[in-house]
């Protein structure tokens, strides 16, 4: 038996279009897919879920999206669905039928949304690997106890416990955060302490809570604190012995009192908010968002798309400022990308076809090299065909 030897020009096709294929692989090119019931953008991955009436995971997800909006549906568990997704960054699972967080969320994650749900309490496990996670919102839930583990969370800025059953402060607070909000809960107390460690501090929201007096220096660590809200809540002003403390430093602080205990006034502190344009109402941060039923009853579906409709406007995506100085470089990019692959996608095609016409020779070769060049020629062409397949996947990538 006689070995079947291939030309070089065959040889190096074939393992050009080996070493393409294993790249790709490699790479995790993938086709761009759109769930039917969402709307998609960015290459596919910014996806739109929301107030579809899903009761599931939609299928159909590509595995490296980094937003995943799945806002206003009939959510009530996802299992661990959610753990592979290793490229999320944003993940807005607010007003659905959630008892608990979904376990194993992807430790990508940088914001997580959950607010309207039924949410009692938030354990160690369901926060303790979240180590780039930066907003986490969970309003208007049932919580009544949340536990934190030290030394996690540690990129944690902005924690909304807005309109939940909390009676006590939450101890353990990762330290790193600069928003906390804990207004329209049952507060009472705050421990001695809790607040030690939030060293960074700027803004404190606890009014429409029920408060009636502080123990002394409970702010004292708060050393960069801006704004704090202590309106709309049952000051015992009659007990001067408890009163004086905190009204002293409501009084002295550098940081801006929105709702002066005993109402004193409407605004308090050394460092008073003015600015062009800013005009300070009670109703601020006495009132409710719109969207928010505080008998939890549930709206009509016309009421529904009445009061979320800003609130879907403003996407989660936009809304925290973490997209924000990154959308522009983002879309340059994907427009780059497309504008290279389909540059690339011409010039292989019109290259390619260059240099597999060759001039006819007038001596007539063996019958064996003819069917070389030929077999050879049938793989030029589903080389090129394979390439233009892997571009368009690139570019649409």
């Avoid at 006034?265 to 800013?278: A, F, H, M, N, S």
């Avoid at 928010?292 to 925290?320: C, D, G, I, M």
């Avoid at 973490?322 to 095609?349: K, P, V």
Wanted: with cysteine.
């Amino acid at each position: 038996m006689r070995a079947v030897t291939m030309p070089a020009s065959c040889s190096a096709s074939l393992l050009c279009l080996l070493l393409l294929l294993l790249c790709g692989l490699q790479g995790g090119w993938v086709l761009s897919i759109c769930p039917s019931a969402c709307s998609c953008s960015g290459g596919h991955r910014v996806v739109d879920c929301s107030s579809r009436g899903l009761t599931k995971l939609p299928p159909g997800l590509q595995h490296n999206i980094r937003f995943l909006n799945l806002s206003f549906n009939s959510l009530q568990g996802l299992d661990s669905q959610l753990s592979h997704y290793a490229h999320l960054r944003t993940l807005d699972l607010s007003y659905n039928r959630l008892e608990t967080l979904p376990p194993a969320l992807p430790r990508s994650l940088w914001d997580i949304r959950a607010a309207g749900n039924l949410l009692r309490s938030l354990d160690k496990n369901d926060t303790a690997y979240h180590w780039n996670l930066k907003v986490l919102d969970l309003s208007n839930n049932e919580l009544e106890r949340i536990v934190f583990i030290n030394n996690t969370l540690l990129s944690l800025q902005t924690l909304n416990l807005s309109h939940n059953r909390f009676w006590t402060v939450p101890t353990n607070m990762p330290h790193n955060l600069e928003n906390v909000d804990l207004s329209h809960n049952y507060l009472v107390q705050i421990l001695p302490g809790s607040l030690d460690r939030l060293s960074r501090l700027t803004r404190f929201y606890l009014h429409a809570n029920r408060f009636s007096w502080l123990p002394e220096g409970v702010f004292k660590k708060l050393v960069v604190l801006e704004v704090i809200t202590l309106g709309d809540n049952p000051w015992a002003c009659e007990e001067e012995d408890k009163m004086t403390e905190i009204l002293r430093w409501a009084e002295q602080t550098r940081a801006t009192v929105l709702g002066c205990p005993c109402y004193t006034r409407p605004i308090c502190g050394q460092t008073q908010l003015t600015g062009t344009g800013w005009e300070w109402h009670s109703a601020l941060f006495t009132e409710p968002p719109l969207w928010v039923n505080s008998r939890r009853e549930t709206l009509s579906p016309a009421r529904t798309a009445e009061v979320t409709s800003n609130y879907q406007v403003k996407s989660a995506l936009f809304e925290t400022g973490i997209y924000s100085d990154r959308r522009g470089i983002n879309d340059s990019d994907d427009q780059a990308m497309l504008t290279w692959a389909s540059s690339t996608s011409s010039e292989s095609f019109s290259t390619r076809t260059s240099t597999t016409a060759r001039p006819k020779s007038s001596t007539k070769k063996p019958t064996v090299a003819n069917s070389r060049n030929k077999s050879c020629g049938r793989l030029d062409e589903t080389l090129n065909l394979t390439i233009a397949v892997l571009v368009a996947a690139l570019a649409s990538f």
